[in-house]
Protein backbone atom coordinates (compact mmCIF):
# COMPACT_ATOMS: atom_id res chain seq x y z
CA UNK A 1 0.00 0.00 0.00
CA UNK A 2 1.33 3.26 -1.19
CA UNK A 3 -1.35 5.71 0.34
CA UNK A 4 -0.72 9.09 1.08
CA UNK A 5 -3.78 10.92 1.96
CA UNK A 6 -4.73 14.83 2.22
CA UNK A 7 -7.67 17.06 2.81
CA UNK A 8 -9.23 18.53 2.24
CA UNK A 9 -9.40 18.29 -1.52
CA UNK A 10 -10.66 21.95 -1.84
CA UNK A 11 -10.31 24.67 0.26
CA UNK A 12 -11.30 28.42 -0.29
CA UNK A 13 -9.99 30.94 1.97
CA UNK A 14 -9.85 34.81 2.37
CA UNK A 15 -6.26 36.87 3.00
CA UNK A 16 -7.54 36.84 6.81
CA UNK A 17 -8.59 33.32 7.40
CA UNK A 18 -6.28 31.14 9.26
CA UNK A 19 -6.74 27.59 7.70
CA UNK A 20 -4.76 24.31 8.16
CA UNK A 21 -3.89 21.53 5.69
CA UNK A 22 -3.51 17.88 6.57
CA UNK A 23 -1.34 15.16 5.27
CA UNK A 24 -1.70 11.44 6.61
CA UNK A 25 0.44 8.47 5.41
CA UNK A 26 0.37 4.56 7.00
CA UNK A 27 3.41 3.02 5.54
CA UNK A 28 5.71 3.79 7.98
CA UNK A 29 7.95 6.65 5.95
CA UNK A 30 9.95 8.45 8.25
CA UNK A 31 10.06 11.28 5.67
CA UNK A 32 7.29 14.04 4.83
CA UNK A 33 7.41 16.43 2.00
CA UNK A 34 4.88 19.49 1.39
CA UNK A 35 5.07 20.92 -2.34
CA UNK A 36 3.18 23.65 -3.77
CA UNK A 37 2.11 23.70 -8.15
CA UNK A 38 0.84 25.94 -9.95
CA UNK A 39 -0.55 25.62 -13.03
CA UNK A 40 1.07 24.08 -15.89
CA UNK A 41 4.58 23.80 -13.33
CA UNK A 42 6.10 21.25 -11.87
CA UNK A 43 6.08 20.89 -8.31
CA UNK A 44 7.98 23.10 -6.49
CA UNK A 45 9.74 21.82 -2.84
CA UNK A 46 8.62 23.52 -0.17
CA UNK A 47 9.54 21.75 2.87
CA UNK A 48 11.18 18.42 4.09
CA UNK A 49 10.52 16.67 7.98
CA UNK A 50 13.17 13.82 8.37
CA UNK A 51 12.14 11.69 11.14
CA UNK A 52 9.45 14.42 12.73
CA UNK A 53 12.16 17.45 12.14
CA UNK A 54 12.11 19.96 10.19
CA UNK A 55 15.04 19.42 7.47
CA UNK A 56 14.96 21.58 4.47
CA UNK A 57 12.80 25.04 4.47
CA UNK A 58 13.01 26.32 1.03
CA UNK A 59 12.70 29.74 2.08
CA UNK A 60 9.35 29.62 2.36
CA UNK A 61 7.38 32.85 3.54
CA UNK A 62 6.64 32.80 7.25
CA UNK A 63 2.55 32.73 6.71
CA UNK A 64 3.16 28.60 5.59
CA UNK A 65 3.90 27.07 9.24
CA UNK A 66 4.37 23.30 9.05
CA UNK A 67 3.93 21.15 11.63
CA UNK A 68 4.53 17.22 12.39
CA UNK A 69 2.84 16.06 15.24
CA UNK A 70 3.98 12.45 14.74
CA UNK A 71 5.79 10.34 12.29
CA UNK A 72 2.34 9.36 10.20
CA UNK A 73 1.16 12.97 9.81
CA UNK A 74 1.79 16.19 8.70
CA UNK A 75 -0.21 19.43 8.89
CA UNK A 76 0.03 22.74 6.89
CA UNK A 77 -0.68 25.79 9.05
CA UNK A 78 -2.01 29.19 6.57
CA UNK A 79 -2.55 32.25 7.93
CA UNK A 80 -2.85 36.02 6.09
CA UNK A 81 -1.84 34.40 2.58
CA UNK A 82 -1.87 36.12 -0.78
CA UNK A 83 -4.26 35.36 -3.83
CA UNK A 84 -0.75 34.05 -5.33
CA UNK A 85 -0.63 31.67 -3.20
CA UNK A 86 -3.50 29.45 -4.75
CA UNK A 87 -2.12 26.49 -6.29
CA UNK A 88 -2.20 22.96 -5.96
CA UNK A 89 -0.39 21.54 -2.60
CA UNK A 90 0.63 18.15 -2.31
CA UNK A 91 2.22 16.33 0.39
CA UNK A 92 5.12 13.34 -0.34
CA UNK A 93 5.98 10.85 1.83
CA UNK A 94 9.07 8.11 1.70
CA UNK A 95 10.61 5.28 3.39
CA UNK A 96 13.63 7.37 4.29
CA UNK A 97 14.97 10.61 2.83
CA UNK A 98 16.29 10.45 -0.32
CA UNK A 99 14.27 7.31 -1.13
CA UNK A 100 11.26 7.46 -3.71
CA UNK A 101 8.72 9.45 -2.75
CA UNK A 102 5.02 9.10 -3.18
CA UNK A 103 1.96 11.27 -3.60
CA UNK A 104 -0.88 12.38 -2.22
CA UNK A 105 -4.06 13.60 -4.00
CA UNK A 106 -3.23 16.98 -3.22
CA UNK A 107 -5.17 20.37 -1.79
CA UNK A 108 -6.50 22.95 -4.13
CA UNK A 109 -5.91 26.22 -2.89
CA UNK A 110 -8.06 29.17 -3.58
CA UNK A 111 -7.24 32.64 -2.06
CA UNK A 112 -9.58 35.39 -2.57
CA UNK B 1 23.62 21.65 -9.43
CA UNK B 2 21.24 18.87 -10.54
CA UNK B 3 18.68 20.00 -13.14
CA UNK B 4 16.28 17.98 -15.63
CA UNK B 5 15.27 18.74 -19.26
CA UNK B 6 12.34 17.50 -21.02
CA UNK B 7 12.19 19.62 -24.14
CA UNK B 8 8.89 18.68 -25.33
CA UNK B 9 6.31 20.58 -24.32
CA UNK B 10 3.62 18.53 -25.62
CA UNK B 11 3.14 15.48 -27.54
CA UNK B 12 0.68 14.39 -29.70
CA UNK B 13 0.44 10.25 -30.22
CA UNK B 14 -2.19 8.34 -32.16
CA UNK B 15 -4.17 6.28 -30.03
CA UNK B 16 -1.98 2.13 -30.70
CA UNK B 17 1.32 3.86 -31.89
CA UNK B 18 4.33 4.36 -29.91
CA UNK B 19 5.81 6.53 -27.69
CA UNK B 20 8.93 8.14 -26.23
CA UNK B 21 9.19 11.02 -24.05
CA UNK B 22 12.67 12.78 -23.32
CA UNK B 23 14.24 13.27 -20.58
CA UNK B 24 17.87 14.62 -19.63
CA UNK B 25 19.28 15.42 -16.81
CA UNK B 26 22.52 16.78 -14.91
CA UNK B 27 24.03 15.59 -12.15
CA UNK B 28 27.68 15.22 -10.98
CA UNK B 29 27.33 11.67 -9.33
CA UNK B 30 25.05 8.56 -10.15
CA UNK B 31 21.60 10.05 -10.56
CA UNK B 32 18.30 8.14 -8.55
CA UNK B 33 15.84 8.85 -11.73
CA UNK B 34 12.18 8.56 -11.41
CA UNK B 35 9.31 8.95 -14.31
CA UNK B 36 6.09 10.37 -12.69
CA UNK B 37 2.41 11.23 -14.56
CA UNK B 38 -0.13 13.85 -12.93
CA UNK B 39 -3.57 14.00 -14.56
CA UNK B 40 -6.00 17.00 -14.60
CA UNK B 41 -5.89 18.28 -10.96
CA UNK B 42 -4.65 15.05 -9.45
CA UNK B 43 -1.79 14.06 -7.48
CA UNK B 44 1.52 12.14 -8.76
CA UNK B 45 1.77 8.73 -9.35
CA UNK B 46 5.14 7.28 -9.81
CA UNK B 47 5.60 5.54 -12.79
CA UNK B 48 9.28 3.62 -12.77
CA UNK B 49 12.57 4.50 -10.90
CA UNK B 50 16.41 3.99 -11.78
CA UNK B 51 18.49 3.71 -8.69
CA UNK B 52 21.25 1.09 -10.33
CA UNK B 53 21.48 -2.10 -11.75
CA UNK B 54 19.90 -3.19 -15.12
CA UNK B 55 19.64 0.28 -17.31
CA UNK B 56 16.13 -1.02 -18.99
CA UNK B 57 12.90 -0.46 -16.16
CA UNK B 58 10.09 -2.07 -16.05
CA UNK B 59 7.51 0.32 -14.79
CA UNK B 60 3.26 0.43 -14.57
CA UNK B 61 0.67 0.67 -17.10
CA UNK B 62 3.15 -0.65 -19.74
CA UNK B 63 6.06 2.00 -19.68
CA UNK B 64 9.70 1.44 -19.48
CA UNK B 65 12.78 3.83 -19.60
CA UNK B 66 16.36 3.56 -20.65
CA UNK B 67 19.11 4.80 -18.50
CA UNK B 68 22.04 6.07 -21.04
CA UNK B 69 24.69 7.21 -18.57
CA UNK B 70 26.46 8.53 -22.25
CA UNK B 71 23.75 10.77 -23.14
CA UNK B 72 22.55 11.75 -19.74
CA UNK B 73 19.36 10.31 -20.52
CA UNK B 74 15.80 8.17 -19.31
CA UNK B 75 13.71 8.68 -21.65
CA UNK B 76 10.12 7.49 -21.15
CA UNK B 77 8.51 4.23 -23.48
CA UNK B 78 5.04 2.54 -24.57
CA UNK B 79 4.74 0.59 -27.27
CA UNK B 80 0.93 1.31 -27.87
CA UNK B 81 -0.35 4.28 -26.25
CA UNK B 82 -4.02 4.35 -24.66
CA UNK B 83 -6.26 7.17 -24.85
CA UNK B 84 -6.17 6.69 -20.49
CA UNK B 85 -2.55 7.82 -21.23
CA UNK B 86 -2.82 11.55 -21.56
CA UNK B 87 -1.80 13.26 -19.27
CA UNK B 88 1.20 15.19 -17.79
CA UNK B 89 4.39 13.16 -17.63
CA UNK B 90 7.43 15.08 -14.67
CA UNK B 91 11.04 13.33 -14.77
CA UNK B 92 12.94 13.75 -12.04
CA UNK B 93 16.17 13.38 -10.24
CA UNK B 94 16.93 13.13 -6.74
CA UNK B 95 19.83 15.03 -4.66
CA UNK B 96 21.61 13.97 -1.93
CA UNK B 97 19.89 16.68 -0.21
CA UNK B 98 16.49 14.72 -0.41
CA UNK B 99 15.72 17.07 -3.12
CA UNK B 100 13.54 16.08 -5.71
CA UNK B 101 14.39 18.17 -8.89
CA UNK B 102 11.68 17.98 -11.72
CA UNK B 103 11.38 18.97 -14.94
CA UNK B 104 9.14 20.94 -16.79
CA UNK B 105 6.91 18.74 -17.60
CA UNK B 106 5.50 17.13 -21.19
CA UNK B 107 2.02 16.93 -21.75
CA UNK B 108 0.36 14.06 -23.42
CA UNK B 109 -2.18 14.34 -25.67
CA UNK B 110 -3.63 10.83 -27.70
CA UNK B 111 -5.58 11.45 -30.84
CA UNK B 112 -8.41 8.87 -31.84
Known amino acids: DTEVTQTPKHLVMGMTNKKSLKCEQH?????MYWYKQKAKKPPELMFV???????INESVPSRFSPECPNSSLLNLHLHALQPEDSALYLC???????????FGPGTRLLVL | AQSVTQPDIHITVSEGASLELRCNYS??????LFWYVQSPGQGLQLLLK??????LVQGIKGFEAEFKRSQSSFNLRKPSVHWSDAAEYFCAVASRRQKLVFGTGTRLLVSP
Open chain 1, 27 to 31: MGHRA
Open chain 1, 92 to 102: ASSQVPSETQY
Open chain 1, 49 to 55: YSYEKLS
Open chain 2, 27 to 32: YGATPY
Open chain 2, 50 to 55: YFSGDT
